[in-house]
């Protein structure tokens, strides 16, 4: 009996006391609490700036020429939003912006049954480079647009987010299969590509269970795979490239810690992953002089032979000694302190050459001696998403996780809450 | 003369409406007139042709210009539209730096695929750069499509209005003959009535104040003259009063000379 019971308690202790009892209390210091301040603030400034002011549709990058992306325009509306509360911009201008944004979404930006287009011309709102009618990138436009209305309950805001998320009919982007598809083009209609294996996916598969007017079935959920890794006795539920962002898109909106996916915490796997990451550049400290202790990221981003998909292991674990400071920093829910003293790294080594006035640009190599001199959209939105989870009291997560259709998603799929707070290591 | 004399065909028969009063109230017709009568219709019928191309010189170069320098502007905007909505658009797309651009997005777009859907990186990796070469060729389609779009678009807008100029500027000028015509046929009704007081009055800008003029001058001398002849007919003397009105009308033409 005593056996038994030691038994229970040691297995109960292992599954939802271990994960925070093995972390550390982490709490910045006031100078680095300020330079995370900074960062998230600068990095707003991507979203005033490349933001078109008629339209407010949102460039995919600061590099001339590039496109608008409608997945940087939803972290735009959040970007608006959370500025405006924060005081960093006047909350009419966040109103007025907000509001552009959305009606254009509504109205002008050119989508397939409410599934908008990838890219967009930023002055038009037309389809450009062929783009697809992406999934993915539909719901985190949608994702930003129900975050801005929730900053904004009972407007013109709230009504238009409501209308762009009822139109998406997310049922006709499964294409009648088990598993919703990544896009389509007028050309070649559904693209041969699924959201069938864990990676970013989860926020969209939310908002398309939790959808009030076009739901896939909720057992969309538990159908995608699941594929189980391990780094370094780093057990991981992981995305086939093993890039970093992929742990962290659906973090920025859903809060996985309450959440249990049949024994899966996801907040925990990300965690895991980022340390994972960490531990798969430092292991290349060696061979790359950009990797170390505070110096580590290996997510999708541009790299000194164009955009490439970084990531560590498990998974496909792709590197070059290229380091996404983004990446490092949208990890500062899972890790908090070496996140944090990644970012003061980044920033008193590389402050010149890696910081502008929109933030940490997009990735490095020192090898190489190369420095992007841009700023990605979508890199930005979760960098100030997740720095505004983890510096003003969890409000975006507070906030989108009192959506219907996140609880109605919840409901459906039968994902168990249990207790948690934030991590701190 | 009584022999020249010849009865009236029915009134069914005569070609020229204008004498039809004069064959009710006389029931006569002399050689005279018909030969001259006969000898206006044909040559209203077949010589009627027009010898010089300027009959109102400066009437007709008023109305040459006013639909020249319309069809002048639309021309010169449908040009400029062209010129600046396409060739411009053309030039710019087509510019080092855009076209620099276009290959890098071109470039970012085959490698964001590449990075999305990694399964199929084997198959992209060695076709990379037809893959760029064809996204470049299919965003080159997409910005001419655009710049064809939005240049007729602007030129559907500029010349809706333009013929709104043009259709307004033809009312304006049509008035400007409408206007006199309108007022000497309200002369005319007012002559055929009886009342030779009628004057044509236009405005400042209309056409034909020369015939209005003219007409006012023929109408006041008419009106003259019968106000002569009215007041003769009062006259207690009635052999002197006949006397002067024979005199009074020894001068006037009549298709009737009697």
């Given amino acids: 009996m005593f056996k038994r019971l030691t038994c229970f308690f040691l297995v109960f202790f292992l599954l939802f006391s271990l994960p925070c009892a093995t972390l550390l209390a982490f709490e910045p210091s006031p100078e680095d609490r300020a330079l995370l301040n900074k960062i998230e603030k600068d990095t707003l400034q991507y979203f005033t700036r490349f933001s078109d002011k008629m339209t407010g549709l949102t460039k995919d990058s600061s590099r001339a020429g590039s496109p608008s992306s409608v997945a940087a325009t939803g972290f735009a509306l959040a970007a608006y939003a959370i500025g405006g509360s924060r005081g960093w911009i006047a909350q009419d201008y966040a109103y007025a912006r907000i509001l552009t944004t959305l009606q254009t979404l509504r109205h002008k930006a050119a989508h397939e049954k409410g599934i908008f287009y990838h890219f967009l011309d930023t002055k038009t709102g037309n389809r450009v480079w062929g783009s697809e009618a992406s999934s993915i990138d539909t719901a985190f436009a949608v994702a930003g647009a129900l975050l801005a209305a929730r900053y904004y309950p ?11 998320y009822e139109r998406a009919d997310w049922k006709w982007m499964m294409n009648n299969s088990d598993f919703i598809c990544m896009g389509w083009t007028p050309e070649s209609k559904f693209l041969p590509y699924y959201w069938d294996s864990y990676n970013e996916l989860m926020l969209l598969v939310a908002l398309a269970i939790g959808s009030p007017t076009f739901p896939v079935p909720p057992n969309a959920w538990e159908r995608w795979l699941r594929p189980e890794g391990d780094y370094n006795n780093h057990k991981i539920i992981y995305a086939s490239t093993g890039s970093l962002f992929t742990y962290q898109f659906s973090h920025a909106y859903i809060d996985f810690r309450k959440l249990d996916d049949r024994g899966i915490n996801f907040f925990e796997n990300s965690r895991e992953a980022s340390l994972a990451n960490r531990e798969y550049s430092m292991s290349f400290s060696g061979q790359y002089k950009g990797y170390s202790e505070s110096s580590w990221g290996l997510s999708a981003s541009v790299g000194p032979g164009g955009y490439r998909a970084y990531g560590g292991k498990p998974g496909g674990g792709f590197q070059d000694g290229t380091i996404a400071p983004y990446a490092t920093l949208s990890s500062i829910v899972f890790t908090p302190e070496f996140s944090t003293k990644a970012a003061r790294f980044f920033y008193d080594s590389y402050q010149k050459e890696l910081y502008g006035n929109f933030g940490f640009k997009d990735a490095f190599n020192l090898d190489k001696q190369w420095w992007a001199s841009e700023y990605l959209g979508i890199d930005q939105g979760i960098t100030l998403l997740m720095l505004e989870n983890y510096l003003n009291d969890e409000l975006v997560w507070k906030k989108f996780m009192e959506l219907p259709a996140i609880k109605k998603w919840i409901e459906l799929t039968g994902l168990r809450t249990r207790s948690a707070s934030i991590a701190k290591n | 003369m009584k022999g020249d004399e010849k009865k009236l065909p029915p009134p069914s028969d005569i070609p020229h409406p204008h004498f039809g009063v004069l064959y009710t109230r006389n029931n006569v017709l002399t050689d005279e007139f018909l030969f001259n009568s006969i000898n206006r219709e044909g040559k209203s019928m077949g010589q009627n042709r027009r010898k010089h191309f300027f009959i109102n010189k400066p009437l007709q170069i008023r109305f040459m210009l006013a639909v020249i320098i319309p069809l002048f502007l639309i021309n010169l905007v449908a040009l400029a539209g062209l010129y600046f909505g396409i060739w411009s658009k053309i030039l710019e797309t087509f510019s080092n730096e855009q076209t620099l651009n276009d290959l890098v997005t071109a470039s970012r777009m085959v490698e964001y ?28 389609r997409e910005v001419f499509k655009g710049i064809l779009d939005e240049t007729n678009r602007s030129l559907f807008w500029k010349f809706s209005l333009l013929l709104f100029f043009l259709a307004w500027g033809t009312i304006f000028i049509s008035h400007k003959i409408a206007g006199p015509l309108f007022r000497f046929s309200k002369a005319f009704n007012e002559v055929e009535k009886g009342d030779y007081r009628s004057r044509v009055t236009l405005r400042k800008l209309d056409e034909g104040h020369p015939v209005a003029q003219e007409f006012n001058e023929a109408m006041e001398k008419t009106d003259r003259l019968l106000s002569n002849l009215k007041a ?20 006037v033409q009549t298709s009737a000379n009697v």
């Fill in chain 2, 113 to 140: 695929e590449q990075a999305r859907h990694p399964d199929a990186n084997q198959d992209f990796s060695s076709l990379s750069f037809f893959k760029q070469t064809e996204k470049l060729s299919l965003r080159q």
């Fill in chain 1, 154 to 164: 009972g407007t013109e805001i709230e009504k238009l987010a409501r209308e762009i």
């Fill in chain 2, 232 to 251: 003769l007919t009062q006259e207690k003397d009635a052999p002197q009063a006949v006397a002067k009105i024979k005199e009074k009308l020894s001068t």
